[in-house]
Nanobody
């Protein structure tokens, strides 16, 4: 079965950086669009970034553009998210997930999140 496992969250001060990693198994990774979404209790999930199978198509939510960088290593079946210049509003549980699409408009829609995601890793940013 598909397994997704995130790591790398933690506590950081405003302006700091964190790097998240995700290990995926049970699917053909290089054929799969992947991404990250985040969720705060009581709020809807928010797609953050996505990347197509070979890393040629990448998109970011406007809220993180210029600060976050997504990458993948198809040889290791891993996905990463480098987060710089973190803000208190970035505080959330971050999930690595299979995405259905990765277009400029798709990243704005919850329907782009697919059927598999991990348990998440918590990111906390202090003001």
């Amino acid at each position: 079965q598909v397994q997704v496992a995130e790591s790398g969250g933690g506590f950081v001060q405003t302006g700091g950086s964190l790097s998240l990693s995700c290990s995926v198994s049970g699917l053909i990774f290089e054929d799969t669009i992947m991404g990250w979404f985040r969720q705060v209790p009581g709020k809807e999930r928010e797609p953050v970034s996505c990347i197509d199978g070979y890393g040629r198509g990448i998109n970011y939510a406007d809220s993180v553009k210029g600060r976050f960088t997504i990458a993948r290593d198809n040889a290791k079946n891993t996905l990463s998210l480098q987060m710089n210049s973190l803000k208190p509003e970035d505080k959330a549980m971050y999930h690595c997930a299979v995405f259905r699409s990765c277009g400029h408009e798709a990243i704005k829609s919850l329907t782009t999140i697919g059927s598999y995601w991990g348990q998440g890793t918590q990111v906390t940013v202090s003001s």
